[in-house]
C-alpha cells in the first residue's frame, strides 16, 4: 500500500509557475510508475504527465507539453510537476497516482492504469 500527500498548490496568475509535490510512503514508489491528473469543477478528471520507475521516460498531455515538467527523486521517495506559463484553463484539483507493478518500463495514461492516489491539491490560476 502506498499512501500519497500532494503539496504546492495555490492562487498564482497567468504566466506564473507553481511547483507540486507528491510524497509517497508505507509502499514501492520508488519502483513503480507515477503519473499527475487534474480535474476541474463539471469536468471529468484528465491525464496531465507520467513518467516511469527510473525517471528516464515521461509523456504529456498536448494541453501542457512544453509547458509542464514531470520528474522525481526516489531517493526521497517524492514526484514532482513543475508548472509555467500557466494557463487560467490550468485550474483543477490535481491528483499524483502511482502503478503498483514493479519496474514496469511502460507510461500509463489512463485513470484506470492507477492503483493509489493522493487527495489532491488545488491549483487556481486568474486572469
Known amino acids: 500500500q502506498v499512501q500519497l500527500v500532494e503539496s504546492g498548490g495555490g492562487l498564482v496568475q497567468a504566466g506564473g509557475s507553481l511547483r507540486l509535490s507528491c510524497a509517497a510512503s508505507?509502499?514501492?514508489?520508488?519502483?513503480?510508475?507515477m503519473g499527475w491528473f487534474r480535474q476541474a469543477p463539471g469536468k471529468e478528471r484528465e491525464f496531465v504527465a507520467t513518467?516511469?520507475?527510473?525517471?528516464?521516460?515521461?509523456d504529456y498531455a498536448d494541453s501542457v507539453k512544453g509547458r509542464f515538467t514531470i520528474s522525481r527523486d526516489n531517493a526521497k521517495n517524492t514526484g514532482y510537476l513543475q508548472m509555467n506559463s500557466l494557463k487560467p484553463e490550468d485550474t483543477a484539483l490535481y491528483y499524483c497516482?502511482?502503478?503498483?507493478?514493479?519496474?514496469?518500463?511502460?507510461?500509463?495514461?489512463?485513470?484506470?492504469?492507477?492503483?493509489?492516489w493522493g487527495q489532491g491539491t488545488q491549483v487556481t490560476v486568474s486572469s
Open positions: 497516482a502511482v502503478n503498483r507493478l514493479s519496474y514496469s518500463g511502460d507510461l500509463y495514461y489512463r485513470s484506470g492504469h492507477y492503483d493509489y
Open positions: 513518467i516511469n520507475w527510473s525517471g528516464d521516460m515521461s
Open positions: 508505507g509502499g514501492t514508489f520508488r519502483r513503480c510508475a
